[in-house]
């Protein structure tokens, strides 16, 4: 089993900045890759960052430039680092990890962005 938690959500100004954590406990082994999704309410749960065992990152067009994902070096941590923040921005972002197709979920952290 895998267990995945998130912290570092919270209220911030449109422009400001947050640093999301996740820590991975359990059957870590191996792992394919980690990620951030994050779901507005009444929308879908879309893709933010991915970084892969071999340091591939991946983005989605709407955060390029501001969001950054990072892991530290046991791979049992994963970060993102949210710049530039806007009121769009505001949601609940889930961290995932995978292995040989399956995944696992974080419970999520809500991100707002307001005035």
């Known amino acids: 089993q895998v267990q995945l938690v998130e912290s570092g959500g919270g209220l911030v100004q449109p422009g400001g900045s947050l640093r999301l954590s996740c820590a991975a406990s359990?059957?870590?082994?191996?792992?394919?890759?980690m990620g951030w999704y994050r779901q507005a309410p009444g929308k879908e749960r879309e893709l933010v960052a991915i970084i892969t065992s071999g340091g591939t990152t991946n983005y989605a067009d709407s955060v390029k430039g501001r969001f950054t994902i990072s892991r530290d070096n046991a791979k049992t941590t994963v970060y993102l680092q949210m710049n530039s923040l806007k009121p769009e921005d505001t949601a609940s972002y889930y961290c995932?990890?995978?292995?040989?197709?399956?995944?696992?979920w974080g419970k999520g952290a809500l991100v707002t962005v307001s005035s």
């Open positions: 359990g059957n870590i082994f191996s792992m394919n890759g």
């Open positions: 995932n990890c995978w292995r040989n197709g399956v995944v696992y």
